[in-house]
């Protein structure tokens, strides 16, 4: 009968409705995961010290630093740390936020930067000197920092480098990681004089996860490496050395493994996925629209 003819256009009309509105959040729900995966990709390019390997001094050339000196000049040195891909040029901001969210480049990024404290003076010439740096996956910026955890790669990996911004190289040599609260005011405060040291160094093998013993001169600096713990609310992993005028050659040096698809991306990181993704959707809807149509006027031929 008519009456059931329109009950059926309406039931139609209804399903079609709700198969476009499927259709729609389905795509978008695509779009927006094929570009959050994309963004990520980004981030972690952004904070791959690969990324900055070109600006690293060295004995043959510093030519490149300068260049990177010149584009940025709270840059002041360079930290490797040796077996790990923690080896990222240093800067320090007129307070500890501004690096926080920012480049060595000066770009807004929430990778943000390894910096120094905005307390500390630029030659490491205090006591204590504290380095920060975001704890990222994929083991970018003070990601790495994990690792020492295990107490067999805390044994196996002692050594370090900071190269001072026209002052020479620094070496370090780690004595101690441990798992504190960003406001300790004991590990975490440059407020402390060479006395303070011999209670200091005691504190820090009284609570350290993992130690050994080593013998301070009286003009041997620290340097704590800080990044968060998120296994505790406002939690720290910190690694601490001592500076000394002996650096050691780099016996932990990691095999660069290729990442073909990491690789493809970067190559092809000047298109726009994000107006792609749009553009391939539209075009979806649109054949979906045309069988659409083509199918209700067919159902309405058979109708008739």
Partial sequence: TEEQKQKLRKIRFVSRFVDYIILIISILALIIGAYAFWDTHQLMEIADPDTYAVYKPNSEDRL?????????PDLIGWVDVYGTKIDYPIVQGRDNDEYLNKTVLGKFSTTGSIFLD??????FSDFQNILYGHFMAERKMFGDLELFKDKEFFDTH????????GEGIKGIEFFAFLKTVGSDPDILSI????????DLIDHIYEIADFSRKLDFSDDENLVVFDTCDFTITNGRSILIGRLTDKVEDNICQEEVKTNNFSNLLTKNHEIDYLLTLIVVWCLLVIIYLIFEL???KKKEEEAK
């Avoid at 490149?64 to 940025?72: A, C, R, S, V």
Wanted: glycine share 2%.
């Fill in 294 to 296: 083509i199918n209700l």
């Fill in 64 to 72: 490149t630093y300068e260049e990177l000196k010149k584009i940025n």
């Fill in 118 to 123: 905005a307390s500390n003076e630029k030659d």
């Fill in 191 to 198: 407020a402390k004089t060479r006395t303070d040291k011999p």
């Fill in 158 to 165: 002692r050594y370090g480098a900071i190269h001072k911004d």
